[in-house]
């Protein structure tokens, strides 16, 4: 089965998002968990997630992705940073488990002048503070373009995370076109190459998700400026290999395109037509 869906907006709640991804030609979706600047989450309203629930089993939607905000930063120099971060990632997960067995992404961080491996080291720190041996949703860290001084660019670093993670049975990764492609790994001209290293330092089985996004910027650019499907430096075809390629077909797919929903529904549209 093809999984493939786009970014929503959360604000009208879970069912409301369902049935867009459904509109829009999708059986999956992604949300940010609140305000992406950080913030307060509303409520969970527990009818509206049983509601969600009943449309989801009734629709084939099987897998949702919520976004942390991509102001947190689980690496940083300052306390009340690192601290906000804590508070609001353990927030979201406790939230979560009213959809259980779903799938959470972050941006693992930005070090700021303090290195790659002591980047490392408080991520790992971060998710040993928050992760608990009962909980059913799957932590994911998103590849990095590696723009300024983010970590999670190279798959080594997103490994020793992983290492370094005592309940690392919770975490995935969640690969984003846009990012690696800008990060120096060949996905257009040699995808196999790039999957074969992924497999060798993380392991095939770690990762769970797609982020599906052309480029503005060239290859190793370290820009992360996401373009629309096939107007970008991947390519229409780069995308064709992606989707239908053994080691990647059954993930489910996510658009992070600069879209409306229009926008959205062609190019998911596209999508299914390039899938074999
Ligand atoms: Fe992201
Ligand atoms: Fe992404
Ligand atoms: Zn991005």
Redesign the pocket.
Known sequence: MFTIGCHLSASKGYLAMAKQAVELGGNTFQFFTRNPRGGTAKPIDEQDVAAFRAYAAEHGIRTILA?AP?TLNACAADARVMDFCLMTMKDDLERMEATPGQLY?F?PGSHVQQGIPTGIEKIAGTLNQILWPEMTTTVLL?TMAGKGSEVGSRFEELREIIDRTELSDKLGVCL?TCHVHDGGYDIVNDLDGVLTRFDNVIGLSRLRAV?INDSKTPFNSHKDRHEKIGLGSIGTQAFARIINHPALRDLPFYL?TPNELDGYAAEIALLKELRT
Do not use: G, L, P, V
């Open positions: 976004h991509y992404n941006h998103e984003d982020h992070e």
